[in-house]
């Protein structure tokens, strides 16, 4: 299976940037997506007086789900407050990767794709570059910390970077470095040249060291 990686990232960075998203974690609130109604179940349910577990086949849609053809132009995403937390930020994401990669079908490529998406939104891989750059170390637990991510969602981060490494390149990704430039500048100054070249070199030779 061929996947277009880079498409997938410049749909998340542009996601990033039409919300003027300036820092991590990203708060719940701020995931959005144009016309698109985002709504807990609890609420949902209250509105239209339909049992949740009605709207959740028997609770097994547990966590969220897209669901479109209720009305004309109208799509919701229907998520469980009571999950609410860095794999339900996750699952948001998922769901809105489904939309805008334009995907028409649930299968095995699709579902890759939408993760894709979810990890280049929650913790982009070019602020993850700026942040390495400036001397800091990448691992596991520096992830769950900066990006709020689960340690799930972190270790699958951490097993893509040091399969990839930074090797790629994006067209927003200035862009995106702008946005967050005064988050990275406050929450991440930039250490000692010595600290950097030092590290950076050991981070390139020795990925397997992250852990």
């Known amino acids: 299976m ?5 498409k997938i990232t410049s749909l998340a960075y542009l996601t990033l940037l039409e ?10 609130k701020k995931i959005r997506c ?10 949902y349910a209250k509105i239209t007086g339909l049992p949740i577990e009605k709207l959740t086949l028997g609770h097994e849609l547990e966590d969220a789900f897209l669901l479109k053809g209720l009305r004309p132009d109208v799509t919701l995403i229907l998520y469980n407050k009571e999950k609410y937390g860095p794999r339900m ?5 998922h769901e809105i990767g489904h939309i805008k990669c334009g995907h028409k079908k649930h299968s095995e490529r699709e579902e890759i ?3 894709f998406f979810a990890a280049q939104a929650n913790a982009p891989n070019i602020l993850i570059k700026a942040i390495s750059q400036r001397g800091y170390s990448i691992n596991v637990p520096f992830l769950v910390e900066c990006f709020g991510l689960s340690k799930e969602a972190a270790e699958k981060k951490m097993e893509y970077l040091q399969k990839y490494s930074f090797n790629h390149c994006n067209e927003y990704d200035d862009l995106v470095q702008l946005q967050f430039a005064q988050y990275l500048n406050q ?7 010595h600290y950097y070249d030092d590290y950076f070199e050991d981070m390139e030779k020795e990925r397997q060291g992250w852990y």
């Open 34 to 43: 144009k016309d698109v109604i985002i709504s807990s179940y609890q609420k």
């Open 19 to 28: 919300l003027d998203i300036h820092e991590f974690p990203i708060p719940a």
């Open 113 to 115: 794709e939408a993760h």
């Open 2 to 6: 061929r996947f277009d990686w880079a």
């Open 187 to 193: 929450k991440y100054p930039t250490k000692t040249n």
């Open 89 to 93: 930020k996750h699952t948001l994401w």
